[in-house]
C-alpha cells in the first residue's frame, strides 16, 4: 500500500535559520504531493502541492519539489520566522481511481527560538 | 465563509459509550471525509461521503459508521468505544471527490476514560 516516511522531529531552529524536513513516499500510480501544516489547537491547513513529477510547489516562502526518480517532496524555507513554529505533514494522493484520500506520514514538529 | 465546522470540539466519554460528531462542510463544498488523529500521529482516513452514500472505507473497524445528510452535513458515529479511540478526529470537505480542494475543520477531540 501507499505509505509516507518523514523526518522525525522535533527540530529545533534560531529565528532566519534554514529549514529543510525530509519526506519520501510509497505509491503504486503516479500521486499527487502535499504538505499540511498543523499549529497549536487547530486543524490541518493546505501549505503547498505538487501533482505531477518535477512540479514545484511555493508558498509563504516554503518550496518542494515533486522528485519522482528519488520519490522526494522535501519541504524547505530559506529564513524562518517564530510564527513557523507548528507541525508539518507531507501526505500524497493517487487520485480518483483510489479515491482521493489522503495518506499522511507522522508529522514534523518545528519550534523556532527567537 | 465559515469554512468547515465541527462540533463539539471537546468530548470526554466512557468506554463502551457512543458518540457522535458532526460537521459542516464549507459552502459549495459536496464531499466529506473524516479523518483519526491520534496524538503524536498523522492522520489516518476513516471514510469519505458523496452524495449520501459511503463512497470510500479506510482500515477502521465496522463501529466506525457515519452519514452524509441532503444538506451535504454529516456525522460520525462511533460505538463501542474504547480507550484507544481517544483522538482528535478531523473533517474535510471538498468539491467533489478530489483531494486537492480539501479543506479541514478544527476538529474533535475525544477523549475515552
Known amino acids: 500500500g501507499n505509505s509516507v516516511t518523514q523526518m522525525e522531529g522535533p527540530v529545533t531552529l534560531s529565528e532566519e535559520a534554514f529549514l529543510t524536513i525530509n519526506c519520501t513516499y510509497t505509491?503504486?500510480?503516479?500521486?499527487?504531493l502535499f504538505w499540511y501544516v498543523q499549529y497549536p489547537g487547530e486543524g490541518l491547513q493546505l501549505l503547498l502541492k505538487a501533482t505531477k513529477a518535477d512540479d514545484k510547489g511555493s508558498n509563504k516562502g516554503f518550496e518542494a519539489t515533486y522528485r519522482k526518480e528519488t520519490t522526494s517532496f522535501h519541504l524547505e524555507k530559506g529564513s524562518v520566522q517564530v510564527s513557523d513554529s507548528a507541525v508539518y505533514f507531507c501526505a500524497l494522493s493517487e487520485g480518483r481511481a483510489a479515491g482521493n484520500k489522503l495518506t499522511f506520514g507522522g508529522g514534523t514538529r518545528v519550534l523556532v527560538k527567537p | 465563509d465559515a469554512g468547515v465546522t465541527q462540533s463539539p470540539t471537546h468530548l470526554i466519554k466512557t468506554r463502551g459509550q457512543q458518540v457522535t460528531l458532526r460537521c459542516s462542510p464549507k459552502s459549495g463544498h459536496d464531499t466529506v471525509s473524516w479523518y483519526q488523529q491520534a496524538l503524536g500521529q498523522g492522520p489516518q482516513f476513516i471514510f469519505q461521503?458523496?452524495?449520501?452514500?459511503?463512497?470510500q472505507r479506510g482500515n477502521f473497524p465496522d463501529r466506525f459508521s457515519g452519514h452524509q445528510f441532503p444538506n451535504y452535513s454529516s456525522e460520525l458515529n462511533v460505538n463501542a468505544l474504547l480507550l484507544g479511540d481517544s483522538a482528535l478526529y478531523l473533517c474535510?470537505?471538498?468539491?467533489?471527490?478530489?483531494?486537492?480542494?480539501?479543506?479541514f475543520g478544527s476538529g474533535t477531540r475525544l477523549t475515552v476514560v
Open positions: 505509491a503504486t500510480g503516479y500521486p499527487s
Open positions: 474535510a470537505s471538498s468539491p467533489g471527490t478530489t483531494a486537492e480542494g480539501y479543506t
Open positions: 461521503y458523496y452524495e449520501e452514500e459511503e463512497r
